[in-house]
């Protein structure tokens, strides 16, 4: 819409510019060329009564002349050229405008000397003694000209811009609906579901907004049902889980008791309780998220919270904290940030050849997380999508259910910040979390 107005403004400026630039010139040259034709003719009077009380000497008479504007006078008289100006001579002349003038014709011609412009009138003398020119410059003209085309080109460029903004104006008006609509879309789609189209009385936008609203508390609503759906079945899931995590505790308590070829079953039954807790575990915190449950923030030294969290994750020292942020302290939801710092220690226990470092240090106007593991890292490709609920590596690596990454990314995207995965020098990958200095 904004070129259109565009294209629209300069098309029209142009054909203005055009029909101006064509009628303003016109005119100019056709008053140019009469007025230049009544003062050669005036000046011609002169010549003729000099010729006719029989003065002889014909130069002085033509310097004499009372015209002022012209640049040259010259005369063909009884078959010899008289000329006023050197370089405006007779071969200055087109032959074809001599002819005609020689011819008893009035005419006008324009010619081009040393690079000038000229208008040349010639006009017959009585008596058919023979011709009389004068030569008038059209530099004042072409002057005139440059400056009406400067001023034209200038004026269709302001008609342009003014066309840009008009359509820019015009595209946004009309737009805003749309563009509203996209905003409010891109935050249900980045998990907003409070976002609502406000109409803002335009009646264009009412019924859509009605529609698109409607949706979205649509989707809210299963979402928040799901949600609680996956939190109930998760906490009925704990009583029995517990109970046969007890009852395999028993059973492993009495390994020795059982028979060889029981003890290998056993062995696999209790790895995948394990894992079945894992998984209960993790959909119950993920289920909590979607259900909307809200973070509770206190005060806390995010240096000691980290290395205590990192530390029992690990099983040993693994966390530095930089002295520059050794004393800080942050309004963070302290279960959230624990389980945050637990979770990658545990992913690069388990996936990544063990944790060799956690760093705590200082960003520009952010705090970082740093996890390193020793194992193969992650290519490029994949940085992405492991971060998607149930997203495992190859045969290798599947050991989890794929939940704590997810976990890790929704806990830290509540605290306004952001978590990256990069490479390892040497090897490996680096996880970072960096979060917004809040308060300190």
Known sequence: MTLGFGLLALGLSALLSGLAWTLVTRTMVSQTEQTALVETSLDRGEVETALL???????????????????????????????????????SLPTSLVTLVGGGQEAT?????????????GLPLDG?????????????MQRTARALSLGLVAAAVVTVLIG????????????RPLTELNRVAADVAAGQLSARLDADGDPDLEELAGSFNRTVEDLQRHVVADARFAVD????????????????????????????SVREPVDLLADELERFRALVVDLLEISRHDAGDQVVRETVRVGDLVRRAADAAA????????????????????????????????????????????????GAHRLRIVVEDAGPGIV??????????????????????????????????L??????????????????????????
């Not at 011609?109 to 009138?121: E, F, S, Y």
């Not at 359509?167 to 008006?173: N, Y």
């Not at 995965?421 to 809040?438: K, Q, S, W, Y």
């Open 53 to 91: 009380t029989g003065v002889a000497d014909l130069p002085t008479v033509l310097e004499g002349v009372p015209g002022t504007d012209s640049a040259a006078v010259l005369a063909h008289v009884d078959g010899r050229w008289y000329a006023t100006s050197p370089s405006l001579g007779p071969g």
């Open 109 to 121: 011609q324009r010619i081009r000397v040393d690079g000038t412009l000229h208008l040349a009138v």
């Open 128 to 140: 058919g003694r023979g011709s009389y020119f004068e030569i008038y410059s059209l530099d004042e």
């Open 164 to 175: 840009l903004g008009v359509g820019r104006f015009a595209s946004r008006l009309a737009l």
């Open 233 to 260: 079945v998760s906490h009925e899931l704990r009583t029995p889980m517990t109970t046969m995590l007890n009852s395999m505790q028993v059973i492993q308590n009495r390994r020795e008791q059982l028979p060889e």
């Open 315 to 362: 099983g040993r020292v693994v966390t530095a904290v930089d002295p520059a942020v050794a004393t800080l302290t942050m309004e963070v939801d302290k279960r959230r940030l624990e389980r945050v710092v637990a979770n990658l220690v545990g992913n690069a226990e388990t996936h990544g050849g063990g944790c060799t470092a956690v760093r705590v240090e200082p």
């Open 380 to 413: 490029p490709e994949r940085r992405a999508r492991v971060f998607e609920r149930f997203a495992r590596g190859g045969s290798s690596e599947r050991t989890g259910v794929g939940l704590g990454l997810s976990i890790v990314q929704r806990h830290v995207a």
């Open 415 to 440: 605290h306004e910040g952001q978590v990256l995965v990069e490479e390892r020098p040497g090897g490996g990958a680096r996880f970072v979390v960096e979060l917004p200095t809040i308060s300190s």
